[in-house]
T-cell receptor, first 115, second 109 residues
Framework: DAGVIQSPRHEVTEMGQEVTLRCKPI?????LFWYRQTMMRGLELLIY????????DSGMPEDRFSAKMPNASFSTLKIQPSEPRDSAVYFC?????????????FGPGTRLTVT | QQPVQSPQAVILREGEDAVINCSSS?????VHWYRQKHGEAPVFLMI?????EQKGHDKISASFNEKKQQSSLYLTASQLSYSGTYFC??????????FGGGTRLMVKP
């Protein structure tokens, strides 16, 4: 299996621009998680989906962030407009069940830099 | 609320042992442990479920004390490949994991 796939791997953009991060979970996994990692705040859960339905988005920092999962093999995280404080590594992870009892497989991450 | 991990960093010589602790102020249902190498994604090590179990694989094992709301990761006879940052992820309620701040482990020859 190819594992969780994320694109792009690196993104550099200017403040105010729209940014779209993409994720393809492992085939057969029904839960998908978006995390953000920074030195200051560590690894934070932004939102997670189960069977393509958003279950909890309480970690999404503000309305500038949105996430979708139109089908079982694709999810996007969009930031519009982007700000320098959004600079971070964004990870997508998938699992065969919900967080408590199932291991999560992380993608390689997207390193976002907003100038 | 973020779990508390200790120590924040540790340096070992190859062959030495280490213990990493993770504690929560809330009741725990499960504990996950992950290792992340610099510039890479976190990689799953093990899950411990409610019930005070211990798990191990190779020379890395962990315990989970739900009454004390804490978990410990034990690294025995450390190898160079053990270097990285170790994170505990706690499931307090619902289906989310909350990760600790990480413990940076460096194993030197």
């Amino acid at each position: 299996d190819a594992g969780v796939i994320q694109s792009p791997r690196h993104e550099v953009t200017e403040m105010g621009q729209e940014v779209t991060l993409r994720c393809k979970p492992i085939s057969g996994h029904n839960s998908l998680f978006w995390y953000r990692q920074t030195m200051m705040r560590g690894l934070e859960l932004l939102i997670y989906f189960n069977n393509n339905v958003p279950i909890d988005d309480s970690g999404m920092p503000e309305d500038r962030f949105s996430a979708k999962m139109p089908n079982a093999s694709f999810s996007t995280l969009k930031i519009q407009p982007s700000e320098p404080r959004d600079s971070a590594v964004y990870f997508c992870a998938s699992s065969t069940g919900l967080a408590g009892g199932y291991e999560q497989y992380f993608g390689p991450g997207t390193r976002l830099t907003v100038t | 609320q973020q779990p508390v991990q200790s120590p924040q960093a540790v340096i070992l010589r190859e062959g030495e042992d280490a213990v990493i602790n993770c504690s929560s102020s809330k009741a725990l249902y499960s504990v996950h442990w992950y290792r992340q190498k610099h510039g890479e994604a976190p990689v799953f090590l093990m899950i411990l479920l409610k019930g005070g179990e211990q798990k191990g694989h190779d020379k890395i094992s962990a315990s989970f004390n739900e009454k004390k709301q804490q978990s410990s990761l034990y690294l025995t006879a450390s190898q160079l490949s053990y270097s990285g940052t170790y994170f505990c992820g706690l499931n307090n309620a619902g289906n989310m994991l909350t990760f600790g701040g990480g413990t940076r482990l460096m194993v030197k020859p």
